[in-house]
């Protein structure tokens, strides 16, 4: 069974079943296409769906969080059109509960996992557990919530990976979400964080010290489906938009791997 749907069980059984932030914004009902997506995909995604309504003129509203956040607020009936999630694991879970429509579910992006500092704080290393613990030094780790977020859940495996997880989870700051985490080592409110590296790309004030090997953790992928019920044209067109080499050329810039072929 995989690392993430082990936490997914854990992270279900001790969070609340409410969220205030169900209450969508009227700007983001009355949109042609409502997107949930990683908070991960901000930069690029912003940039696609800006491309998309220059191209068709039809309104597009994202809200970003993690994926855990996102796929709650999904199962208890958000007003969603369509799903982008940093793990599969999450989309998973809303396939079994009939929540999404599993014939219109593809991996759309891959990405890569990296240790960050603030500019110039360290020098970049090649990741191994002595340089690893020597280079954190006891200082903080910022890093997503390690038993709920995508983020947080591929860092904490990989530093289990190294043995070192144990040694180092006094130090772990956690946020809500990566790009929460990002925020804190950008403002040097942390000396260190563990992001995808499309964050740290989309980030001047970081550096990427290290990238940790794919084989320390689950490969990271995006999956994105419809939310089941009636898809409009609009919808429908957005995730045809996602697939185009227009939207490939936009996330291969922003430094995500495109899983799927342009159409």
């Known amino acids: ?37 990683a908070a991960s995909l901000k930069t690029a995604l912003d940039e696609v769906a800006a491309d998309f309504e220059d191209q068709t003129d039809q309104t597009t509203a994202i809200s970003y969080a993690g994926t855990s956040v996102l796929a709650r607020q999904i199962s208890l009936g958000a007003p969603a059109d369509i799903f982008i999630a940093a793990s599969p694991d999450w989309m998973d879970w809303l396939e079994e509960r009939g929540a999404i429509s599993p014939d219109s579910r593809f991996d759309l992006l891959g990405n890569q996992l990296v240790l960050i500092a603030h500019v110039d704080q360290a020098a970049a290393f090649d990741m191994n557990a002595s340089s690893l613990l020597a ?33 180092l989870q006094d130090q772990v700051a956690q946020t809500d979400n990566v790009r929460a985490a990002l925020a804190l080592v950008a403002r040097g409110e942390a000396p260190f964080g563990i992001v995808y590296e499309t964050d740290a790309l989309a980030e001047p004030r970081v550096s990427i010290l290290a990238r940790f090997p794919s084989g320390s953790h689950e490969k990271i992928r995006y999956p994105v489906a419809l939310v089941a019920g009636p898809s409009s044209d609009a919808t429908t067109r957005f995730i045809t938009h996602l697939r185009q080499q227009r939207s490939r050329a936009i996330f291969e810039k922003h430094g995500f791997d495109v899983l799927v072929p342009p159409s």
């Open 1 to 37: 069974m995989r690392v993430i749907a082990r936490y997914i069980r854990r992270f279900l059984r001790t969070s609340a079943l409410s969220f205030a932030c169900l209450a969508m914004p009227p700007a983001m009902v009355q949109a042609e296409t409502t997107v949930f997506a």
């Open 135 to 167: 280079t954190l030094e006891g200082n903080r780790i910022a890093m997503a919530l390690v038993d709920a977020v995508p983020a947080g859940i591929y860092g904490k495996t990989a530093l289990d990976s190294f043995g070192v997880w144990d040694a």
